[in-house]
Each structure stands twice: as structure tokens, then as C-alpha cells.
T-cell receptor
Framework: AQSVTQLDSHVSVSEGTPVLLRCNYS??????LFWYVQHPNKGLQLLLK??????LVKGINGFEAEFKKSETSFHLTKPSAHMSDAAEYFC?????????????FGTGTRLQVTL | DTAVSQTPKYLVTQMGNDKSIKCEQN?????MYWYKQDSKKFLKIMFS???????INETVPNRFSPKSPDKAHLNLHINSLELGDSAVYFC????????????FGSGTQLSVL
């Protein structure tokens, strides 16, 4: 079975400072990993995905994540936080059932950005 | 144009009632999903349909019944609502071959009183 663990339920940063949201995964084979973002009262949006190509993955809005097999990690980073980055972030691992993607979500990290 | 739209956005009802949530996607995707998000923001898949055929059916009470009249629509009917059904329900869609790339609706907040 595959799973992801988000190590922080809440992260607070100042605007303009770096963001680090941590995620560890557990999988018996090479996983497909994703980060999704959920802004307040909105649906979820895909930020970026790793599917066994380059280990450093760039996403939207300046976010990137690095797949580290030796550490079983897939941490999300951004060099400089913006107020609009305040949201809930989910680390996700995906399996496949037929043609459907079966997403298993982490418990989420709420990112707060302060002035 | 909204890619994945759900109605209603809010649903407040009494225990024991039957209610439906509708979902439509205009992306031409062939797979649709229902996810449930509880009060702690935890998201879990409930169902998935591909071209009107049920392909994922997680451990969900029989009171929940999805219906897909065509590949652009996936509705969720809930019988005999219980307090524990209160949650936000998200519809999503994806295209075959795009592993993990789901497009989500904005959610339906269900409150059972």
C-alpha cells in the first residue's frame, strides 16, 4: 500500500521568505507523487507532479519539489512566499485502477503568510 | 466557463432526508470521481466512473449511490442522511493517460442537522 505523511499541519512564514512544506512517502515501488493546493472555499488544483522523470519538478506559481528516494521525501519549496500562497497544501500519491487515478492524500499543511 | 461544476454549493438538511448533488464537466474527460473531505480537511476517494462504468467503489455505505447518465455527468445520491455525512463533497474529472492530474469542482458543503 502507498501512503504519504505530511510532517507539519501548519506552517507560518513571512512574505518574501522561503517556504518549505515537508512530505514523506511510503511505497513498495517507484511512486507517482503530486502536490495539490486548496485555497479557501475552492476546489483543489494541481501544483506539480513527479512521475519518475527528472527528480526536481517545477510547478505553477514558482513552486518546486524534489524527489529524494534515499530519504523517501518529496518536499515542496518556494524561494519567496507571497500573500496569495496562503492555502492548504496536500501531498498526494497516485495509484491506478483501470483508467482512473486513485489519489491518496496526506493530511494537509496549512500555509499562513504574514506581512 | 467552469470546467467542473457542482450544484448545489451548500446543502443543509435534516437527518433521514434523501438528497442529491450534481456534477458536470465540460473538459471532455472520460473519468469522473467523488471525493469526501471531512472537518479535518482529510480527503478520501469514494467513487470513480469511466465512460459511465463504475471502476472505483471504496468502502462507502450503501446509502451513497453514484449515477452517471453520460460521461460528462456524475451525480451523487444519498439516502437516509446521517449526522456523520456532514462534509464537503468534491467532484473531479481526469483524462485517460494523465496519471494523477485531476480537475476538481469547488465542492458541495453538506450539513446534516
Amino acid at each position: 500500500a502507498q501512503s504519504v505523511t505530511q510532517l507539519d499541519s501548519h506552517v507560518s512564514v513571512s512574505e518574501g521568505t522561503p517556504v518549505l512544506l515537508r512530505c514523506n512517502y511510503s511505497s513498495s515501488y517507484s511512486p507517482s507523487l503530486f502536490w495539490y493546493v486548496q485555497h479557501p472555499n475552492k476546489g483543489l488544483q494541481l501544483l506539480l507532479k513527479y512521475t519518475s522523470a527528472a527528480t526536481l519538478v517545477k510547478g505553477i506559481n514558482g513552486f518546486e519539489a524534489e524527489f529524494k528516494k534515499s530519504e523517501t521525501s518529496f518536499h515542496l519549496t518556494k524561494p519567496s512566499a507571497h500573500m496569495s500562497d496562503a492555502a492548504e497544501y496536500f501531498c498526494v500519491v497516485s495509484g491506478v485502477t483501470g483508467t482512473a487515478s486513485k489519489l491518496t492524500f496526506g493530511t494537509g499543511t496549512r500555509l499562513q503568510v504574514t506581512l | 466557463d467552469t470546467a467542473v461544476s457542482q450544484t448545489p454549493k451548500y446543502l443543509v438538511t435534516q437527518m433521514g432526508n434523501d438528497k442529491s448533488i450534481k456534477c458536470e464537466q465540460n473538459l471532455g474527460h472520460d473519468t469522473m470521481y467523488w471525493y469526501k473531505q471531512d472537518s479535518k480537511k482529510f480527503l478520501k476517494i469514494m467513487f470513480s466512473y469511466n465512460n459511465k462504468e463504475l471502476i472505483i467503489n471504496e468502502t462507502v455505505p450503501n446509502r451513497f449511490s453514484p449515477k452517471s447518465p453520460d460521461k460528462a455527468h456524475l451525480n451523487l445520491h444519498i439516502n437516509s442522511l446521517e449526522l456523520g455525512d456532514s462534509a464537503v463533497y468534491f467532484c473531479a474529472s481526469s483524462q485517460e493517460g494523465t496519471l494523477g492530474k485531476l480537475f476538481f469542482g469547488s465542492g458541495t458543503q453538506l450539513s446534516v442537522l
